[in-house]
């Protein structure tokens, strides 16, 4: 074999190494807004009847729980992305919290139609995740 495609072969598995990781956020990403869109739905439901029916009230909790799990997911994911990224020598990773917001992704009992963007400054380099107050999902270098 080649060295010239010896090299790319590597270069496609680089690729798709963190591709992997892209597709996976995205997909989890895209759950997440649906849990929303449907806690909203139950919301509205629970407003509407005026009381808490017990099922909308287990729906309710069971898409909270999901909700919790699939977030935890994402920000481990985002996490390998950044460990990824920095074995290849990128320093830098505004890009990937950019792209992959998940920090916006708030599911509460008001506004929870709505991801509610947090207020955040953006990483320097050499930082892994976002400085805020709260880093209970922060990533640890």
Not at 35 to 43: G, M
Not at 84 to 90: I, K, N, P, S, V
Not at 92 to 119: A, M, T, W
Not at 120 to 125: A, G, K
Request: aromatic content about 6%; glycine content about 6%; overall charge positive.
């Amino acid at each position: 074999m080649e060295k010239e495609a010896l090299d790319n072969e590597i270069l496609r598995e680089i690729a798709s190494v963190g591709g992997g990781y892209g597709e996976k956020l995205e997909k989890l990403i895209l759950e997440l807004e649906r849990i929303l869109i449907s806690f909203a739905y139950i919301n509205k439901r629970i407003r509407r009847s005026g009381s808490i029916p017990l099922l909308s009230m287990r729906l309710a909790l069971s898409l909270r729980k999901r909700f919790n799990r699939i977030k935890d997911e994402a920000f481990s994911v985002r996490k390998n992305l950044i460990i990824y990224r920095e074995a290849l020598g990128l320093t830098s990773h505004r890009e990937v919290f950019e792209i992959y917001p998940i920090e916006k992704f708030k599911l509460g009992q008001e506004n929870s139609s709505k991801c509610q963007v947090h207020d955040r400054t953006e990483p320097t380099r050499g930082e892994t995740g976002p400085r805020k107050e709260d880093n209970s999902h922060a990533e640890s270098p």
